[in-house]
């Protein structure tokens, strides 16, 4: 296996070699174990000012085995630690398929960067809470919502939150941050409808004209004249 030196090289060296991860795992004869260990050294001694060489197979490798990688599974020393992983990552384009095996320094740093995959399980794990209405997210965890908006249709298809918006004071201002996505008009209909009973929007200029026939079908907003 892979030794304690072998380990303290390799974490030295990452900074400053941006071949270094596509070289650990395409290039280098290595048992898988002792790939996967070099690989997490080779993370964990990232520089986040290092321009990355950026391989497919390297972000598979580490979706496949980080769960196995002490550099997301342990308490690193320090949180000024993580910033060159997460950008190591951010240039990789990984997606973590489950954020629960994660140590909760770079939980937090994941989080921020929004470097998971859009599932239920993980916006509860990245957002610290089962509340998963948008105006509770937004008030918690700005950068967790803000992924959220990035990926408002999928959220939108989510059955099991029966609330979308809990404060009927927050409605407007929510509708105003949902994106106008080419695929969001199902997307509105949804999030609209299941928003607290009494959340209304009084004035439709208020919100983006894409929303008005939503809100109006569903008698959230008054059939006045203005509107």
């Known amino acids: 296996p892979a030794g304690t030196q072998q380990?303290?090289?390799?974490?030295?060296?990452?900074?400053n070699s941006p071949a270094l991860p596509d070289y650990l795992v395409s290039h280098a004869q290595l048992r898988e174990g002792?790939?996967?260990?070099?690989?997490?050294?080779?993370?964990?001694?990232?520089?986040?000012?290092?321009?990355?060489?950026?391989?497919?197979?390297?972000?598979?490798?580490?979706?496949?085995?980080y769960t196995t990688m002490p550099v997301f599974t342990e308490t690193p020393a320090s949180e000024t630690i993580v910033k060159g992983p997460v950008s190591l990552l951010e240039q990789l384009g990984v997606r973590l398929p489950d954020l629960t095996p994660l140590n909760k320094v770079i939980l937090a740093a994941v989080a921020q960067a929004g470097l998971y995959g859009f599932t239920r399980g993980n916006l509860a794990?990245?957002?610290?809470?089962?509340?998963?209405?948008?105006?509770?997210?937004?008030?918690?965890?700005?950068?967790?919502?803000?992924?959220?908006?990035?990926?408002?249709?999928?959220?939108?298809?989510?059955?099991?939150?029966?609330?979308?918006?809990?404060?009927?004071?927050?409605?407007?201002?929510?509708?105003?941050?949902?994106?106008?996505?080419?695929?969001?008009?199902?997307a509105y209909d949804t999030l609209i409808q299941r928003a607290d009973p009494h959340a209304r929007v009084e004035d439709l200029t208020?919100?983006?004209?894409?929303?008005?026939?939503?809100?109006?079908?569903?008698?959230?907003?008054?059939?006045?004249?203005?509107n």
């Not at 380990?7 to 900074?15: S, T």
């Not at 996967?36 to 598979?60: K, N, R």
């Open 125 to 186: 794990t990245a957002a610290g809470s089962d509340d998963l209405a948008l105006d509770q997210i937004k008030a918690t965890s700005p950068a967790v919502y803000n992924t959220v908006l990035d990926n408002i249709n999928a959220y939108a298809e989510f059955p099991d939150i029966p609330t979308t918006v809990t404060d009927p004071a927050r409605f407007v201002s929510i509708l105003k941050d949902i994106p106008e996505t080419a695929s969001a008009d199902a």
């Open 7 to 15: 380990k303290a090289l390799i974490r030295a060296i990452a900074g």
């Open 34 to 65: 002792d790939k996967v260990a070099l690989v997490s050294e080779a993370i964990a001694g990232a520089a986040d000012d290092t321009e990355y060489e950026t391989h497919p197979a390297v972000a598979d490798f580490i979706e496949q085995h």
């Open 206 to 226: 208020e919100v983006p004209p894409i929303i008005w026939p939503s809100l109006l079908a569903q008698g959230r907003s008054p059939a006045t004249f203005p």
